[in-house]
Each structure stands twice: as structure tokens, then as C-alpha cells.
């Protein structure tokens, strides 16, 4: 009996890690949403909930992301080094999909009522951003579909957006993601029939 328990625990286990890897991996081509979906069915059924919540194309969702963390769960803002070689703390506390920083993500659950988010969660990462942008467009006027002022309101902050032009760093992260979202719509308008269709998975 104990035998059975033992081979019981471990059969769990190794289900419940090979369950984790599957869910927390990265994507093996970040650049073509299609396959993206394809790997991560249960991501395209998140990201068209939050467009259809929030507004926000899933085009510019995945843009976004890219960006921010390349859909690593864990992604961290490298260590700054004490003369180029010690490393020393990390210059915000940006985390997860979205690179959301604690304060922002506090105000979110906060309005959202989404208490249990976490930020190394697809679902409510992208649920993040379709609040984020939704919010955007009613303090700066800007539409959820103009991917390039939309993710400098999302690097910069809604008081700091005003500055961006000045900032040619920004903007050129901007670009990018504008450029991104373009080749995510028009590679999502080849394969939005097949994801549209039901499927019954086991994750």
C-alpha cells in the first residue's frame, strides 16, 4: 500500500511540473502570432476576452508584451552594476508578461477588484494591459488601436506622456511596436478562423 502511495505521489507530482513547464514556457516564435496561438491555445481565448472586456485588439496585446518581456513569465529589469562589475539592485519593479511595476499593479486589482492577479499570469497580464489602455484612452484621448502612442503612455506613464519627444529612446521602442503590431494583425487574419473554432483541450 505504501508502495502505491509512494508511485501515486510521484506520478503527481511529474504531472504537476510537466503541467507547470507547459504553461510557463516561452513561446518558440514570439513573432508570429499564429504561432504563438497554436502552442497556447488557452492565450488567444484570454486575449480575446480582454479585447472583448476592455477593447484593446489583440494585435496590440501581443505587441506589447513582446516588448516589454518577450512572454518570459519571470522577466526582471536587469541589475544595475557598481562600477560596470557589482551587481546592485534593479532599476523598478517591473515584472512578468507585462513588466507591470508594483504601484500600477496594486491600483489595478484595486479598481478591477481582480485581488488574486499576479503578474507571471498571461490572463490577468493581458487583462492589465486592456485596463491599462482603456484608461489611456479616456485621460489622453488616445485609441486603443494606435499601438505607438498607446505604448508610450504605457513605458512612460500618463503624467510623463506629454515629455515622449524628447525622448528618443522611447520612441524608438515605440516604433517597434507599432511595427510589431502590424505584422501580428495581418499574420492573425490568416489563422483568426481556425482559433475561432471550438476546441477541447485538456489544459
Not at 484593446?56 to 526582471?76: G, R, V
Amino acid at each position: 500500500m505504501k508502495k502505491q502511495n509512494l508511485n501515486l505521489s510521484n506520478f503527481l507530482i511529474f504531472f504537476f511540473l510537466l503541467f507547470l513547464t507547459s504553461c510557463s514556457s516561452i513561446p518558440k516564435n514570439t513573432a508570429d502570432g499564429c504561432s504563438i496561438f497554436s502552442e497556447r491555445y488557452l492565450w488567444y481565448k484570454y486575449a480575446k476576452k480582454t479585447e472583448k472586456k476592455w477593447g484593446t485588439p489583440i494585435y496590440i496585446q501581443l505587441a506589447i508584451i513582446k516588448m516589454e518581456s518577450d512572454f518570459n513569465w519571470i522577466a526582471k529589469p536587469k541589475r544595475q552594476k557598481i562600477f560596470k562589475v557589482i551587481p546592485y539592485k534593479r532599476p523598478s519593479s517591473s515584472f512578468g508578461y507585462s513588466q507591470a511595476v508594483k504601484g500600477t499593479w496594486k491600483q489595478y486589482k484595486n479598481e478591477t477588484g481582480n485581488k488574486f492577479a499576479t503578474r507571471s499570469r498571461f490572463k490577468d497580464s493581458v487583462d492589465f494591459i486592456g485596463w491599462y489602455t482603456n484608461k489611456t484612452e479616456k485621460i489622453l484621448k488616445i485609441p486603443k488601436t494606435d499601438a505607438f502612442k498607446q505604448y508610450v503612455a504605457y513605458h512612460e506613464g500618463w503624467g510623463n506622456y506629454k515629455n515622449y519627444k524628447k525622448n528618443t529612446k522611447v520612441v524608438g521602442l515605440a516604433k517597434k511596436v507599432k511595427k510589431q503590431s502590424d505584422k501580428y494583425k495581418n499574420q492573425l487574419k490568416k489563422c483568426s478562423k481556425s482559433l475561432n473554432r471550438k476546441k477541447y483541450i485538456i489544459f
